[in-house]
């Protein structure tokens, strides 16, 4: 009997390959590429990145997407529902990680701890010549978060040892969050001096973290961004860090990766990393596995392990 057709449109973690191979047929190509016959086998789709309307459009008979990652922007949702197709991805397995890279990318820019090793292996620690005092703690410090989901939540349970006082901005309060709610993002970022984004990709998201924000923030400030780079207009972060409008800046996601504008790459009071927030190899493991579990359950007993909002499992 013929196996299960999943088409894999680019570049996925090696491990849904390995192990979606074990039970369909796996399809590697563009869905561009595909005649009519070889279209109408696929019923799963397993993707790291985008997959739009278009190429939802060019599976008749496709029932689940399952995206690499917990921010599914890449994939149009809110298209695959209007079909009846459901869209999952890999919720809550990297939190922990995200959260750790937050809290690593935070002490980075606080206490400049890179700059620091840079100077130390360009040979400059010589007897009576130490490294300059950083000019930011940690110590005292009120810590914004924007966003409290299930990563902004571990980021707060990670700072609360840090003995720092800690706040939020979400649309929605938490009936149970023991931090100070700020109802608008401005309010939040003119109360503390420490913002952390941690928000998804949406229209309502897009280059909130402005002129206006950073200017709120104080020169003191230092923001970090694990969400999305969408999220912040770039050139108005670079002026703010270079003008002295914001102290320093924490960066592991870009408008246009892996394009990093130069204007941030000039900067020394900004940290930068190349989105790689999940990146270790047990969180991706375990991230590769609920790619295909999805896939293993929903064709195996019709309910797929962690759908999307805007696609929720029936019954
Ligand atoms: P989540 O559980 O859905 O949480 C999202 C949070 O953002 C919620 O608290 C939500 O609260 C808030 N939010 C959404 N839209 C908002 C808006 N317009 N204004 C204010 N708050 C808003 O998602 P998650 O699992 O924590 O992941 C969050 C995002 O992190 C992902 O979507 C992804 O883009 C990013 N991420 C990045 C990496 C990385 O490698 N750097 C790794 C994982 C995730 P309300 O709905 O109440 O507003
Ligand atoms: C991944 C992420 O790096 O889960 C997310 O939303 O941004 C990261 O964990 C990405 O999805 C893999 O390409």
Redesign the pocket.
């Known amino acids: 009997m013929s196996r299960i057709a999943v088409l894999v449109p680019g570049k996925i973690h090696e491990r849904v390959l390995t192990r979606l191979k074990e039970s369909f047929d796996v399809v590697e190509a563009n869905p561009s590429t595909l005649d009519a016959e070889a279209a109408g086998k696929i019923r799963g789709v397993a993707v790291?990145?985008t997959f739009d309307s278009a190429a939802i459009d060019s599976l008749p008979k496709v029932e689940l997407i399952s995206?690499?990652?917990?921010?599914?922007?890449g994939v149009d949702a809110k298209h695959a529902a209007t079909k009846g197709i459901i869209v999952t991805?890999?919720p809550d397995v990297?939190n922990d990680e995200?959260a750790d890279t937050a809290i690593g990318l935070l002490l980075n820019a606080v206490r400049e701890l890179p700059r620091a090793e840079n100077w130390l292996r360009a040979g400059n620690w010589k007897p009576g010549q130490n490294y300059p005092l950083s000019r930011f703690s940690l110590k005292g410090r009120h810590v914004g978060i924007y966003g409290l989901g299930r990563i902004g939540q571990e980021i707060a349970k990670r700072l609360e040892p840090f003995k720092v006082k800690i706040s939020y901005h979400t649309r929605t309060r938490h009936a149970t969050a023991p931090y100070g709610y700020y109802p608008s993002l401005k309010d939040l970022a003119e109360a503390v001096d420490t913002l952390i984004s941690i928000v998804p990709k949406t229209h309502q998201t897009h280059k909130t973290i402005n002129a206006d924000i950073l200017s709120a923030l104080g020169p003191d400030g230092v923001f970090i961004n694990v969400g999305?780079g969408w999220t912040v207009d770039e050139e108005a972060l670079a002026a703010a860090l270079k003008s002295g409008t914001i102290g320093a800046a924490g960066l592991d996601?870009f408008y246009n990766e892996p394009n990093v504008p130069a204007s941030l790459l000039d900067l020394p009071n900004a940290v930068l990393l190349p989105?790689?927030?999940?990146?270790s190899v047990p969180?991706?493991n375990a991230?590769a596995d609920l790619v295909v579990d999805n896939l293993v359950e929903w064709f195996g007993k019709g309910r797929p392990l962690t759908p999307v909002p805007e696609t929720p499992a029936k019954g």
Do not use: C, E, I, P
């Open positions: 790291s990145g995206s690499f990652g917990v921010g599914y922007d991805n890999t990297l995200v999305r996601v989105h790689l927030a999940s990146g969180t991706r991230m």
